[in-house]
């Protein structure tokens, strides 16, 4: 059972979708659950009664390699009808209704899809910045003509323009990428005829003014937004330390508070497979439910131990 609760949890979590397959054995006289994975599974087409059927097949979203031979066809589960009646494996959906999709659920994530994306984005920028740098670190000042005379003879424009991809190719290969840091420049210029320096290749250095700030602000905003938008207290998420809320009594009432007010819709969608599959089995006094984690507090004994009831008995 807590293989079957943990792969619910990561189906709800990922997709707000839970397919379930209950297999019946008449001779143990209980239904065995196996989590469907909802990239795999589908919803037939409704019939007169509504849903009635679900699908799965490995190649669903594959229209290159879809073959609907490989399609496995399941009958709905009916927790009207008594186990021994329905089929031996069916199939139960369990999801949250929203407006607007009357047949599949969509994840809370989905809204802060954008902040995800650009969560990636950032270790991404990081590496290749430390790897090539981060902004445009030298302007560099060329005349026109450099390259088009060699000595007296004045070149072609091919060969004018072959020798600007050659000059910037090297010049990319040479001043990017962590292995040439703090490397000179060397140039050779021409004297004019008032034997000052003619017209040459001018390296400014230029000033990065972003700052560590600006992007671990950034990094912050988008995990706040993913934490809340799973349903997650940031703080319990771990990525708002430091903040005044992570000590240990107040990540303690943080967790009592998540367990008791923020998983009842998952637990409601985890435990219902469970429940029907108790019901159509006939048993009536069961009531299947997750049991909460209280975390020890302090407060009536500072020493640490719990005390000790007083009965009253000899």
């Not at 840091?181 to 017209?199: C, E, F, P, T």
């Not at 700030?213 to 995990?223: F, G, H, I, L, P």
Request: with cysteine; charged share 20%.
């Amino acid at each position: 059972m807590p293989a079957f609760a943990i792969a619910s949890i990561t189906q709800f979590v990922h997709n707000a979708n839970c397919f379930t397959q209950l297999a019946y054995n008449p001779l143990e006289h209980w239904h065995e659950l196996k989590v469907s994975d909802s990239f795999t599974t589908r919803i037939a087409r409704p019939g007169r009664n509504g849903i009635d059927e679900y699908h799965i097949n490995p190649y669903f979203g594959e229209g290159t390699f879809y073959d609907k031979t490989e399609t496995r066809k399941f009958k709905a589960f009916d927790h009207r009808v008594p186990a021994l009646e329905q089929p031996t494996v069916t199939m139960l959906h369990s999801r949250i209704v929203k407006p607007g999709n009357p047949f599949y659920s969509c994840p809370s994530w989905w809204a802060t899809e954008d902040w995800i994306e650009l969560a990636n984005l950032i270790p991404l920028f990081h590496k290749s910045g430390l790897k090539n740098g981060y902004n445009i670190k030298y302007l560099i000042k060329m005349p026109q003509d450099y390259f088009n005379k060699e000595g007296e003879r004045t070149l072609e424009p091919s060969q004018v323009r072959q020798r600007w991809e050659q000059w910037g190719d090297n010049l990319s290969k040479w001043m990017s990428g962590h292995n040439n840091v703090n490397k000179s420049l060397i140039i050779k210029y021409v004297r004019g005829q008032d034997g000052k320096m003619a017209d040459n290749i001018d390296v400014i250095p230029l000033k990065n003014e972003m700052s560590d700030d600006a992007y671990s602000k950034v990094w912050e905003m988008s995990n706040l937004s993913i934490a809340n938008s799973m349903g997650i207290l940031p703080t319990l998420a771990g990525v708002s330390p430091g903040k005044g809320n992570d000590s240990g009594s107040q990540i303690r009432v943080m967790a009592d508070y998540q367990q008791h007010f923020r998983t009842s819709v998952p637990r409601e969608m985890i435990i219902a497979p469970i429940r029907h599959a108790v019901r159509a089995m006939g048993y009536r006094d069961v009531i299947p439910m997750f049991k909460d984690v209280q975390i020890t507090t302090l407060d009536a004994n500072p020493n640490g131990k719990q005390a000790t009831l007083n009965t009253g008995a000899a």
